[in-house]
Structures are given as C-alpha cells and as structure tokens.
C-alpha cells in the first residue's frame, strides 16, 4: 500500500495509542495460547507491521486476537501430544502454512465471498469462541493453571473451586472491575486493559507473601529464535486442517474489522490486499515463533479515535512493541496470571453477541437452532466443523427458500389472473389454441433446485400439446441449471409433448448450445418473442420431423 506522510503525526500518535492497548492483550493471549508472553508480542509485532504494510485497510491494526488464540492454544495441544519432540515448531509451520492459504485467498479474489458467511453462523461461532475464552480463563481467576480444552476446564472446575486462591481471585475480578468500570475521562487517556494491567501488578507486590500467585515469570529479550517449517507426513493432512482453520478465521476476523473501519472512516478497503497482507503477516510471525492474528477491532477503533487514516499508524505499533520487546521485556515478569485472565475475562465477555442473544427468542425457529447449533458444535467439538456444518445447513435452509420462491413465480399465463401480463395478439393467439398450448412464464434466477417444483407444475396440465417456456426474464443460468432444463424438456418429449424455448438471452443460449440442448428440441423450438412463437404454432398441434 502507498504510504501517505501528510498525516504523520496523527498517525504515529495513533499506533502509540494503540500499541499501549495492544500490549497487555498480547502479553495475556500468550500466556493464554500456551507458546508464553513473548509469542503474544512478537505476533503483534510481526502480523501488525506487516498487515499495515500490504493490507487494503488503511486503518487497520492488527494483532493476535481472541478467536485466533483459541485456535492456537488448540493447534499446540494437538500437535505437542502428535509429536511430543517437533510439536510445538510443527504448530508454528502451521502459523506459516495458514499466512499462505490466506495469501492465496487473495490472489483468487476471494475476499468479498468470505464476508458472506451467514450472521447465524457467525454469531453462534463467536459466542462460542467467547465461551471458550471464558471457560478456560477459570483456572486463572482461580489461581489455578489455565486448562487445555474447554472439557478439561469443566472438569476440574469444581476441584480448582473447592481448592481456590482468594488472592488471585480478588487480583482477577478487580482487573475485570477496573475494566468495566473505568470512567470515560480516564479511558480516553490510558486504556482500561492496561489501567488494569499496571494497578493489578502492582496491587499483587503489596500482597503477603505467602499468596502464592503465578506470574509471567522471565521473558527473553532481544531478536527471536527462528522456527523453519517442520512437518512429517503422517501429520500432513492434521496440519493442512489446522492451517486452513486459521486462515479462514484470520480471513473473516480481518475482513469484518475492515468493514468497521469503513464505517469510521468513510472509505473502502480492498479485500483481496488485505487477505494478502494479513497472510504475509502471519507468514512471518510463524517464522519467528509468534502467534497468529488477523484485524483486531477494538486496537483499530483506538487508533481511527486517535487520529490514525494511514498504513504508518498500524506499522508504528508494531515497532512501538518490538521497542518494548527489545529492551523492557524484565518490567513485565512479575504480572500475575490472574489480572491477565480478568483482562481476557473482558475479552471473551465482549465476543459473545450479547445483541443477538437477547434477541433470540425473536428470530425464527430454523435460525435460532442454528445459532446454538453452531455454538455447541464450537464449544464442545471443534471450530472447522462448526463452521462447515453450520455453513451446510444454512445454505440448505437458503436453497430451500430461493426454491420455494422460484418455483411461486412461474406464471401458467392461460390462466385467467395471468391475462393482464399478455398483450392483446398474444392473449387472441393463445386462446385460439383451446388449451392446446402451456404458456409458462419464469422470472429471476432459475436454480437446479427448482426443477422438481416446476415438473410438478407442469405435470398438472394434462391436456396440453405444446409447451413454452417463456425464459425472457431469466438472465442466466448455469451448467446445472440448464441440465434441469434439459431433464424438464426430456419428461415432457417423452409424454409425446412439443416443447419450446422463448426468449433466450446470448448467455442463456451459450450454456443451452454447450449441452446440445436445440438439437434435443428440434427444428422451430426457439424464439425470440411470446408472438412468434404462437404465431408459428396457432394451426399446428406437432410440426415435429
């Protein structure tokens, strides 16, 4: 993306903002992921500057986000009890696998496609995705270490409640209270989440010191350890899986923050750029041991408000954190894993779609039991098949509908309530014809799902000779489509019917000449008009050869 200096100052005191709220998100999101503090930082670094510096969203900071890191702390699980020796460097190649699925995404322009993912799929997916988050933050709150899986969580939640740390519970839920309750006026000047960062550290060295609170403990310094890729060929088709989840996350993640940043800013982002952006981003962070990340929408609503409109912004954030990597890393070592899990607690508690939530009851039936469809699926099984599963049924439930009002706007046009859509030669033609002629008209969009309806309501005229298939207002079809035409046409040759075809555009008869669809109709059965048509058939019952 071209860099514009005009804005500089904006722009570098927009990506400082954003930088002090991106610090504490990433430190607690990798110690959350499992792969520790440094890989949270180093994610930030690596997916915000390079996101900025080829994405299609000027405004755009990005980052390791909630839903990425559960993803994450997944991947690294799976793969460290795979392989217990080249885990944890086979989950970064899948960092690295994931940057190029989303690379590849944007140079087969399938940025404006992913965003059509539907809303009861995406919000039952990020609530789950929130759930999670919470669940497994418990064992922090609680002074206890976070668990593996969302099963592990609530099985020992009873156990790490009966045994519970009231120190690290009363550190957890401060920082959640400093957080939601932190006054505007203060807010606008130092963020909530790093407010409750600095107080809840700070709060913990005043405590006993028999507390017994876990902390970061030492985080190294300076450049990071480079992981190349790594994988064995049993696990192929595990990390191949992982990576497409995560670059399919990243993508949607990404893309509806960019979306966001539109609204804010009155412009328009290129989606295919910025999938290519975020996958060079993630590329690299795989590279140097850093977790995923993809658009983060609360560090890009900070930094349009502080006056961020370029790239510069969301790349001065990053270099702000590599600053902090680099030589103040020893400053972050005695925080406590239960003010990071109160500020993840936040974090999992604005994912959930509290609106759609409340609105639940609301929607339809279908709807609704998707959402929790979807919800339970990612909670309690996995992501991909969450989405694929939820993604299978709505769109069945969306054919089923287009269907239904396809097969509604046929119009049998010898009918009388029809008549007014005829003009007067073609209304004398066709009633000349005693019934001998079907006239059925199609409007929109024909889809291969479709043809059932409409053989059944061609099955109901019986006494016709001749039928027309009136397709003037039809404006394309596709291969399956003009196979269901061709099943339709073949059922009414056989019942010893003469069918017609009228009003074909070029593009429809392109896909009818491809099938060889004239041939099976033979000599006169394509028209231009309703007029000639009738016209050609007013005194003929079968002019068939």
Known sequence: MRL???????????????????????????VSSGAGPLAGLYGAICVGFFAALFGGTATQ????????????????????????????????????????????????????????????????????????????????????????????AITHLPEQIASLNGWALLLGLGSLLIIFGCPKSIGKRIPPALLALILGSVASILMPADAQLAVIGAIPTGLPEFHLPTWQFEHLQAMVSAAIVLAALGSVDSLL???????MTKTQHNSDKE??????GNLVSGFVGGLPGAGATMRTVVNIRAGGKTPISGATHAVVLLLIVMGLGSLAESIPHAVLAGI?????????????????????????????????LTVF???????????????????????????????????????????????????????RVALYAFHGPFSYASSKGIRIRLSRRTDAEIVMLDLTE???????????????????????????????????????????LPKRLGENSIFSTRQDALRAYSEKVDIRK
Not at 68 to 79: I, P
Not at 104 to 110: D, I, K, Q, T
Not at 347 to 362: E, K, Q
Not at 383 to 410: D, P, S, W, Y
């Open 4 to 30: 514009n200096f005009n804005n500089l100052q904006s722009d570098l005191f927009g990506g400082i903002t954003a930088a002090v709220v991106a610090l504490p998100l990433a430190l607690a999101f990798g």
């Open 61 to 152: 900071v990005s980052g390791p986000t909630g839903p990425m890191t559960v993803v994450m702390a997944a991947t690294f699980t799976q793969f460290a009890a795979l392989d217990p020796e080249n885990g944890i460097s086979m989950a970064f190649s899948v960092v690295m696998l994931g940057g190029l699925f989303q690379i590849l995404f944007g140079y087969l322009r399938l940025g404006n496609y992913i965003t059509l993912v539907p809303f009861p799929v995406i919000s039952g997916f990020m609530t789950g995705i929130g759930a999670i988050i919470i669940l497994i933050e418990l064992g922090p709150l609680l002074g206890h270490e976070s668990a593996s899986s969302v099963k592990s």
């Open 257 to 263: 923050t960019s979306l966001v940043a539109d609204s």
């Open 275 to 280: 999938l290519i952006g975020q996958g060079i």
């Open 344 to 376: 993840l607690l936040k974090v999992g508690i604005d994912i959930i779609d509290w609106p759609f939530i409340a609105r639940l009851h609301r929607v339809p039936l279908l709807v609704s039991s998707l959402t929790l469809l979807v919800f339970g």
């Open 381 to 435: 099984v996995d992501l991909i098949t969450a989405v694929l599963v939820g993604m299978f049924i709505a769109n069945v439930i969306t054919v089923k509908r287009l269907t239904e009002i396809q097969v509604a706007g046929i119009q049998d046009l010898s009918e009388p309530e029809f008549e007014h859509t005829l003009g007067p030669v073609e209304r004398y033609l066709l009633k000349r014809e005693q019934g």
């Open 474 to 516: 039809v404006p394309m079809v596709d291969v399956s489509t003009a196979l269901a035409i061709e099943e339709i046409v073949t059922e009414q040759l056989g019942q010893g019917r003469q069918v017609v075809i009228i009003g074909a555009n070029s593009s429809v008869r392109n896909v009818f000449d491809r099938l060889d």
